[in-house]
């Protein structure tokens, strides 16, 4: 007996569906640059100031010998004519006594003659010049622009608002809007493309050609949803964002999905007559579905986890976001093929980027 689908197929065409992710696609560039027609301080997070302040104090160049005689020869004449006797008469009065020598800044301070490297001098001294301990600095070159902006904003006045704004981001619109796009609408008009034509061209006597043809189709329809799902999170590793650049995409990005799910939702709702339960929406089960997306995601998560520990040992001057990712979109698409329950891969891709963001605050 031949496998069908669990539910019927979608009332829209692979014609909307393409025109909603062409929608999402071009809506954030267009915004984008109609925001560069005007200049707000509002987008502006991050100053002159703060950016210097926010920079970790690096080491000054070491002083030898030989950069110390080019100074002083390099220097005019007249300056410190005072301090020059002093300098010679120090030197000559401690050189001949062996025991009151006096460590020079390479060796440690118990005497032993043991030296010291650059990198301790070096953090010693800038800890010393600033006030506070150097910090350790961070290697924003694979970073996700999200952790790039809270780093650079960090101890800033609007750090809290970047805060929110990343949260709504990443946590609240981009689960909505992404599976709305790419499971509710792209997979669905996949289904009704593949599945459909399959079992309407196989004749009824050849059941093992209508199974091939079936399990191809529903291949078809996980794969290449999460297959441009994982491309679109492809970025050039770039340590140099400005962060107030950063900041404006989010703002724009948060305007995009709501206007992606406001108009494609209209436009299947009413343009092509589709019901909540096309939509994969029923919304007396909303919580258990919302409680079967996130107990299925916990499932998954240590490969989940796995598999971005052994890409960043093996990779790490790379960004290997795409390849974890698609392994999430095949997940959910798995997921949202079985249930056609839009409220459970809204809650598996909000832990995931809930998870996210929450470690990298605590990184921050």
Not at 226 to 245: L, M
Request: with cysteine; aromatic share 12%; glycine share 6%.
């Amino acid at each position: 007996m031949m496998n069908k689908p669990h539910y019927p197929f979608v009332p829209w065409s692979l014609g909307n569906a393409l025109f909603i992710l062409l929608l999402f696609f071009t809506a954030p560039l267009f915004l984008m640059k109609g925001a560069d027609w005007f200049s707000t301080p509002f987008f502006n997070v991050v100053d002159s100031e703060d950016a210097l302040l926010s920079s970790p104090v690096k080491p000054g160049p070491e002083i030898t010998p030989e950069t110390e005689n080019s100074i002083k020869t390099d220097s005019p004449a007249d300056t410190n004519k005072a301090e020059v006797p002093e300098i010679k008469e120090f030197s000559q009065t401690t050189e001949p006594k062996e025991s009151a020598r006096i460590p020079e800044m390479s060796e440690k301070p118990g005497g032993s003659g043991e030296s010291v490297s650059h990198e301790e001098e070096g953090d010693r001294t800038a800890g010393t010049a600033g006030g506070t301990p150097k910090e350790p600095e961070t290697d924003l070159k694979t970073a996700h622009p999200l952790a790039q902006l809270l780093i650079k904003t960090r101890g800033t006045a609007r750090y809290h608002l970047v805060v929110i704004v990343c949260f709504l981001t990443a946590v609240i619109l981009a689960p909505l809007t992404e599976e709305f796009v790419f499971r509710v609408v792209f997979q669905g008009a996949l289904e009704r493309c593949f599945l459909e034509r399959c079992c309407e061209e196989c004749p009824l006597g050849n059941e093992t050609g209508r199974q091939t043809r079936f399990r191809t189709g529903r291949f078809l329809t996980i794969f290449f949803p999460a297959f441009i799902f994982g491309i679109i999170h492809y970025r050039v590793p770039d340590a140099e964002i400005d962060a107030n650049f950063i900041f404006k995409s989010m703002i724009i990005t948060i305007i995009a999905n709501a206007l992606t799910l406001l108009l494609g939702g209209f436009w299947l709702r009413w343009g092509c007559r589709a019901s909540w339960q096309d939509l994969g929406i029923v919304f007396r089960d909303l919580p258990v579905d919302f409680r079967k997306g996130v107990g299925n995601f916990l499932k998954i998560l240590p490969v989940f986890i796995v598999l971005q520990i052994a890409l960043n040992h093996y990779a790490p001057d790379y960004v290997t976001d795409p390849i974890p990712i698609f392994v999430l979109a095949v997940f959910l698409g798995s997921m949202y093929y079985r249930s056609r329950r839009y409220a459970s891969v809204v809650a598996a891709h909000f832990t995931l980027n809930l998870g996210s963001m929450l470690l990298v605050l605590l990184a921050t």
